[in-house]
């Protein structure tokens, strides 16, 4: 559709005056041609202005209309790629180095405010050699955290935790290489967002489940990633996420304790920390919004509540998954924790920025 015609066919929707679209089309033009013209899945043919006729649309009255209009203009947060990479490109200097410094610091018994020396140190070196880089999912973009730094060899980078014993061999034979006779003893588990922490670390009843979990199985005492740790050595496991929710810091935080109160044989310490964090302010503000609540009421599609679904808190399942009500759009895809009406596929509701799917079942 040309971007004329939307226009016209926006302030048709809208009922606006000529004057009334004069003021609106600056505003919209901009917004579509800096960040949400760029999200991925929308389908061929169709940008931000198109987008927006068609969710529009749906609403029946004047007056829902302007209450949805005025909610993007005034609460939807998008992260574009830009904004995404720059996350990346600081998280080394922001939350690795620190990290590393202090280790290092502790074993040389130096003050770690005394940085330079530190990094020019032999074991600070060792210390970053011996230390794992793993992405959780596509999201993580490893590979440009690899390249936002010099320091870290390709060698200890992995796309996923999932790792063959061809390459847990060639990263140990590497570490000889370098002379360093010992093995991993830190590891920077990476990726890019979560809002509930629930597809990470979780009890299922009597089962614990997640990506974090899955990892940390393979990397204790006789599974299958235990021949990467130096054997009775504690193992430091540092998460960081680029965005975060303040709650899913919190909730990641408690269930990964619990489990570690309940197998101290596992002999590991760990961090979780975001480079973004969103705080629960944000959530407030949006609940506040009586009118655009009413509205995400009354479209709600159940059809999406699925069994992933209810592995979150579903008893205003309106508020997205796990009820955390957020008005965040990834460029890439928006997170299923945002606000339903935002991501809807196109199918009863259509979404604003309609989702794909990560389960095929959903």
Known sequence: ??????????????????????????LLQALASFKYNEYQQFSPGTRFIESLVKWLSQFETEEEK??????????????????????????????????????????????PFWVSKIVKSTTYKVSLRRSLFIGLSDGSKIDLLRRSTPRISNEQVLTTYSISEEKRNDMLNELKKEKINSKFNT?????????????????SGEEWKGKIYKFLQSILPNGENASLRQ???????????????????????????????????????????????????????????TAFIDLVKKYFDKSIIDRHYKEGK????????????????????TPNNSLPILWFPDDKIIGLFPRVKRHKDE
């Open 1 to 26: 559709m040309r971007s004329g015609l939307a226009e016209k066919l926006l302030a048709k929707t809208m009922n606006w005056s000529a004057e009334e679209t004069s003021r609106q089309r600056p």
């Open 66 to 111: 302007n209450t949805a209009y005025q909610f993007v203009l005034d609460s939807l947060i998008f992260i574009s790629s830009d904004q995404m990479a720059h996350l990346v490109n600081i998280t080394y200097a922001d939350k690795i180095q620190p990290i590393v410094i202090a280790k290092t610091a502790s074993v040389i018994r130096l003050n």
């Open 187 to 203: 590891v920077f588990l990476i990726d890019d967002f979560t809002a509930s922490g629930t597809s990470y670390f979780r009890k």
């Open 231 to 289: 054997e009775n050595e504690p193992l430091d496991i540092h998460i960081i996420f680029y965005i975060a929710t303040i709650e899913a810091l919190a909730k990641l935080k408690e269930n990964i304790q619990t489990y570690k109160d309940e197998h101290p044989e596992s002999n590991f310490t760990f961090t979780i920390d975001a480079v973004q964090i969103i705080g629960s302010e944000i959530k407030t503000e949006i609940l506040s919004k």
């Open 314 to 333: 579903h008893d205003e399942p309106y508020l997205g998954f796990n009820e955390c009500c957020l008005p965040v759009i990834l460029n890439h895809n």
